[in-house]
């Protein structure tokens, strides 16, 4: 169970200071200073949860990741299930405790949805957003399998790449649907949202299911081909 609930540390921490920091300062591309800061927020989110629980669970903290190491065989087809529930609970656990926060404070969400993702970038455009959800997807799990990959050691350096790596997609994907390259992470406020009267978040949410989905598996097809002798 000790890995299970790493995952769900993980991404409960991923969401609570992503998105918290998106509901803060904003994250469209006009106000570069939140944009910037919201990026920041998610790779540093992650690269602190690589180092802390990252070595009891793997340090997935993302469904699109587990589905990826799933298809690899790095993870069993058990440990993939619990890993995704732990993961959505983990990032509703973070969505409640910044409505509490929020709602205690009185501080208004800049992101109008608890940090969920939308279109608003593509013009509403779904395709769009689905194709940048997949190359971004396929990018980060790309690095996410050369850096972890057993034939070339990166050693204590995995961490920091991943977390740097997330913040790139995000410094590109932001300003297009808000950057999700996680299910989960885009479940929880989507969800979240709705109960709360703001049901736009939840129409557009399977592209951010699909999108990095499909991406993933795309990556986990492509780069054991890629590292072969």
Not at 149 to 158: P, V, Y
């Amino acid at each position: 169970m000790k890995k299970y609930f790493a995952e769900l540390i993980g991404t409960l921490t991923l969401v609570f200071m992503g998105c918290g920091t998106a509901m803060i300062v904003g994250c469209d591309a006009a106000s570069g200073g939140g944009y910037i800061l919201t990026a920041l927020a998610f790779g540093l989110a992650v690269m602190a949860m690589a180092y802390c629980v990252g070595n009891i669970s793997g340090g997935h903290f993302n469904t699109a990741v587990t589905l990826a190491m799933l298809m690899r065989k790095k993870i069993s087809g058990k440990d993939a299930v619990m890993y995704w529930i732990f993961q959505i609970i983990g990032a509703f656990i973070g969505i409640i405790l910044l409505a509490i926060i929020f709602g205690a404070g009185k501080i208004e969400d800049m992101t109008g949805g608890f940090g969920s993702n939308g279109l608003a970038g593509v013009n509403g455009s779904a395709a769009a957003g689905l194709l940048v959800e997949i190359i971004l997807t396929f990018i980060f799990l790309m690095a996410i399998q050369g850096v972890t990959s057993e034939k070339f050691q990166h050693g204590s350096f995995a961490g920091l790449i991943i977390g740097l790596t997330l913040t790139l997609v995000h410094i590109f994907g932001i300003g297009f649907t808000g950057t999700s390259v996680n299910p989960g992470r885009s479940i929880a406020p989507a969800v979240w949202a709705a109960i709360t009267g703001n049901a736009e978040p939840l129409r557009s949410l399977w592209v951010f299911i699909v999108g990095p989905l499909v991406g993933a598996a795309i990556a986990a097809l492509v780069y054991p081909r890629l590292e072969e002798n």
